[in-house]
């Protein structure tokens, strides 16, 4: 298996649509541009409408930027009752035909909410266009979970631009060279051996996989198993310290005995002293009672250093696993499937 992970060859056969090369030059998103006209008006409270991979990067600001007013991620056909002309409502759907998005949209307007649409095209431009709603168009031809830091840019230009952050566009545009450098030791060319994405993938094999993070990676934590989701068609799942010790934890004790798992822990030097301790602590109560985890340590001297940095490297390891398991990582064709099913 090893040697199919150095193979440039068998690479090239199962990866057509080149996830690869799309991962690692991701940081090229962040020099996209886009224009906003802020409305000059009171913003109580900031509400996201999105799913999958088009919610993503509105977790992980959650996370990186400190708003001044509270943040909602809605990932559901229906908004909060507080939801009002004083909300910031941001639709955000890659392909623009998400339906819950679309549902919740309908209900943002109807309660005079502040609307902005995150789209590459659909019924959310036509919609935006036809009530004049400002609209950060993203460029078309990526699968929602690959487009993460256009998203990612556009709510910090919107942010911004509503005076909720200070120059977070320009934090985010100033790493793209610490993105690059992350990606050119994960790319295909870099044998296994020295290549710690393809190291990882070759432990998940075989394995339900189930990710680990404190609060801060949890944005990214959860990207990873959205990725090994739809990359890889592997089984996966997610979940966060502290609430992890409060009941997950005693289920790796007893059943099942046989465990056929990989545990993989997305730790950072940033979690408080507490969530550190819980980690360690965990490991040591749960030893040969589930399998070892597969510790990886964020790199970065901050948050958004840390976040781009895991975000990266996850990227990397569910491309790397869907090669293993013999599967092109870009068709998502079961899903399609539902959609198409669901809006007849």
Same mark, same amino acid.
């Given at each position: 298996?090893?040697?199919?992970?150095?193979?440039?060859?068998?690479?090239?056969?199962?990866?057509?649509?080149?996830?690869?090369?799309?991962?690692?030059?991701?940081?090229?998103?962040?020099?996209?541009?886009?224009?906003?006209?802020?409305?000059?008006?009171?913003?109580?409270?900031?509400?996201?409408?999105?799913?999958?991979?088009?919610?993503?990067?509105?977790?992980?600001?959650?996370?990186?930027?400190?708003?001044?007013?509270?943040?909602?991620?809605?990932?559901?056909?229906?908004?909060?009752?507080?939801?009002?002309?004083?909300?910031?409502?941001?639709?955000?759907?890659?392909?623009?035909?998400?339906?819950?998005?679309?549902?919740?949209?309908?209900?943002?307007?109807?309660?005079?909410?502040?609307?902005?649409?995150?789209?590459?095209?659909?019924?959310?431009?036509?919609?935006?266009?036809?009530?004049?709603?400002?609209?950060?168009?993203?460029?078309?031809?990526?699968?929602?979970?690959?487009?993460?830091?256009?998203?990612?840019?556009?709510?910090?230009?919107?942010?911004?631009?509503?005076?909720?952050?200070?120059?977070?566009?320009?934090?985010?545009?100033?790493?793209?060279?610490?993105?690059?450098?992350?990606?050119?030791?994960?790319?295909?060319?870099?044998?296994?051996?020295?290549?710690?994405?393809?190291?990882?993938?070759?432990?998940?094999?075989?394995?339900?996989?189930?990710?680990?993070?404190?609060?801060?990676?949890?944005?990214?934590?959860?990207?990873?198993?959205?990725?090994?989701?739809?990359?890889?068609?592997?089984?996966?799942?997610?979940?966060?310290?502290?609430?992890?010790?409060?009941?997950?934890?005693?289920?790796?004790?007893?059943?099942?005995?046989?465990?056929?798992?990989?545990?993989?822990?997305?730790?950072?030097?940033?979690?408080?002293?507490?969530?550190?301790?819980?980690?360690? %602590?965990?490991?040591? @109560? #749960?030893? !040969?009672?589930? &399998?070892? /985890?597969?510790?990886?340590?964020? $790199?970065?001297?901050?948050? +958004?250093?840390?976040?781009?940095?895991?975000?990266?490297?996850?990227?990397?390891?569910? %491309?790397?696993?869907? @090669? #293993?398991? !013999?599967?092109? &990582?870009? /068709?998502?064709?079961?899903?399609? $499937?539902?959609?198409?099913? +669901?809006?007849?």
């Amino acid at each position: 298996m090893v040697s199919m992970l150095d193979d440039l060859k068998y690479i090239h056969i199962h990866d057509p649509q080149d996830a690869l090369g799309i991962s690692e030059k991701q940081s090229q998103q962040l020099k996209v541009e886009f224009d906003i006209n802020a409305k000059q008006t009171t913003v109580n409270n900031v509400v996201l409408a999105g799913m999958g991979g088009s919610a993503l990067a509105g977790l992980i600001t959650q996370k990186w930027l400190d708003l001044p007013v509270p943040m909602e991620i809605v990932r559901d056909y229906t908004l909060p009752a507080y939801v009002s002309d004083a909300t910031l409502f941001i639709a955000s759907s890659y392909s623009g035909n998400t339906e819950e998005t679309l549902h919740a949209l309908v209900e943002a307007e109807a309660k005079g909410a502040n609307i902005i649409i995150i789209a590459s095209d659909g019924e959310l431009t036509k919609f935006a266009q036809d009530k004049g709603y400002p609209t950060l168009k993203l460029p078309v031809g990526y699968q929602p979970r690959y487009a993460t830091l256009f998203t990612l840019k556009a709510l910090a230009k919107i942010f911004d631009s509503y005076n909720l952050s200070n120059k977070a566009t320009d934090l985010l545009v100033s790493r793209q060279e610490f993105i690059d450098q992350t990606a050119a030791k994960l790319r295909p060319d870099v044998p296994t051996k020295e290549n710690k994405a393809k190291q990882i993938a070759l432990e998940l094999v075989g394995k339900s996989i189930v990710v680990y993070s404190g609060p801060l990676l949890y944005p990214v934590a959860y990207k990873w198993k959205i990725n090994f989701n739809e990359d890889a068609k592997h089984l996966a799942w997610v979940n966060q310290y502290p609430e992890f010790n409060h009941n997950e934890f005693l289920g790796w004790t007893k059943q099942p005995v046989d465990k056929p798992y990989a545990v993989i822990d997305l730790r950072s030097n940033l979690d408080i002293e507490h969530i550190r301790k819980r980690f360690e %602590l965990t490991e040591k @109560l #749960l030893s !040969g009672l589930r &399998p070892s /985890p597969i510790v990886v340590s964020a $790199e970065g001297s901050n948050l +958004l250093d840390q976040l781009l940095w895991t975000l990266v490297l996850g990227d990397f390891v569910s %491309l790397y696993l869907a @090669l #293993l398991n !013999g599967i092109n &990582p870009t /068709p998502v064709d079961m899903i399609e $499937e539902f959609k198409h099913e +669901l809006a007849e």
